[in-house]
C-alpha cells in the first residue's frame, strides 16, 4: 500500500523568505501524481502543484516550485517569497497513475506560520 | 460554475442521532468522493461513488456509514448513530472522468460536531 509521510508538523517563515517543505512516499509502481494542496482557515482544499512522476522536469507555478526526486521518493514544495496569505496547512498527495482521480493518499499536513 | 457544494457547513448531533451530509458534484462532474479529516490528520478516502453505483467502497467503517449518489439529487453520506469518534471533518470532492490528469476539486468540508 502507498503511504505518504510529512515529517515537519509545523514550519514558520519571515515574510518574503523562502521555505521548503518535506514530503516523502512510498510507492511500488513507476507511473503516478503527486501534489501539493493548501488548507487555509476555511478549510478549503486548494490545489497548489501537480507533478508527473514520469516527467522528469519539476513543476513550477509562480512562487511554488517542487523538487521531485523519483528514486529517493522524495517531494519537497518551495515556497519563494512568502506572503502572509500563504500561511496555513499544506498536505501532500499521491495518486496512482490509473488510479480514480478523486482517490487520494494524503499526508499528516505542515502547518505554515508566516511571520510579518 | 459554481464549485463543489457540501452542506451543511456545521453539524452538531448527540449522540445515537443520525447524520446527513450533502454534496451537490460542479455541473457536468459524475464521479463524487468523500473523505474525512480527524483533528491533526490528513484527509483519508472513504468511498467513491458514480451516478446510482458505490464504485470502491475501501475506507468506510463497515457499519453505521452509508453513502448514495442518486439519478436526480446531490450525493448523501449517512452516519446512523453517531458516536463522539465521529466528529471530523468531512470533505466532498468531484470529477469529471474517473482516470486522467486532471484532479478532482473539493468542497468546503462539513465539520460533524457529536456532543
Known amino acids: 500500500a502507498q503511504t505518504v509521510t510529512q515529517s515537519q508538523p509545523e514550519m514558520s517563515v519571515q515574510e518574503a523568505e523562502t521555505v521548503t517543505l518535506s514530503c516523502t512516499y512510498d510507492?511500488?509502481?513507476?507511473?503516478?501524481?503527486l501534489f501539493w494542496y493548501k488548507q487555509p482557515p476555511s478549510r478549503q482544499m486548494i490545489l497548489v502543484i501537480r507533478?508527473?512522476?514520469?516527467?522528469?522536469q519539476n513543476a513550477t507555478e509562480n512562487r511554488f516550485s517542487v523538487n521531485f526526486q523519483k528514486a529517493a521518493k522524495s517531494f519537497s514544495l518551495k515556497i519563494s517569497d512568502s506572503q502572509l496569505g500563504d500561511a496555513a496547512m499544506y498536505f501532500c498527495?499521491?495518486?496512482?497513475?490509473?488510479?480514480?482521480?478523486?482517490?487520494?493518499?494524503f499526508g499528516k499536513g505542515t502547518k505554515l506560520s508566516v511571520k510579518p | 460554475n459554481a464549485g463543489v457544494m457540501q452542506n451543511p457547513r456545521h453539524l452538531v448531533r448527540r449522540r445515537g442521532q443520525e447524520a446527513r451530509l450533502r454534496c451537490s458534484p460542479m455541473?457536468?462532474?459524475?464521479?463524487v468522493y468523500w473523505y474525512r479529516q480527524l483533528p491533526e490528520e490528513g484527509l483519508k478516502f472513504m468511498v467513491y461513488?458514480?451516478?446510482?453505483?458505490?464504485?470502491?467502497e475501501s475506507g468506510m467503517p463497515k457499519e453505521r456509514f452509508s453513502a448514495e449518489f442518486p439519478k436526480e439529487g446531490p450525493s448523501i453520506l449517512r452516519i446512523q448513530q453517531v458516536v463522539r469518534g465521529d466528529s471530523a471533518a468531512y470533505f466532498c470532492?468531484?470529477?469529471?472522468?474517473?482516470?486522467?490528469?486532471?484532479?478532482?476539486?473539493f468542497g468546503q468540508g462539513t465539520r460533524l460536531t457529536v456532543v
Open positions: 461513488l458514480q451516478k446510482e453505483n458505490i464504485i470502491d
Open positions: 498527495a499521491y495518486r496512482n497513475y490509473g488510479g480514480s482521480q478523486g482517490n487520494l493518499i
Open positions: 455541473k457536468g462532474h459524475s464521479h
Open positions: 470532492a468531484s470529477s469529471p472522468l474517473r482516470t486522467g490528469g486532471n484532479e478532482a476539486f
Open positions: 510507492t511500488s509502481e513507476s507511473d503516478y501524481y
Open positions: 507533478q508527473e512522476a514520469y516527467k522528469q
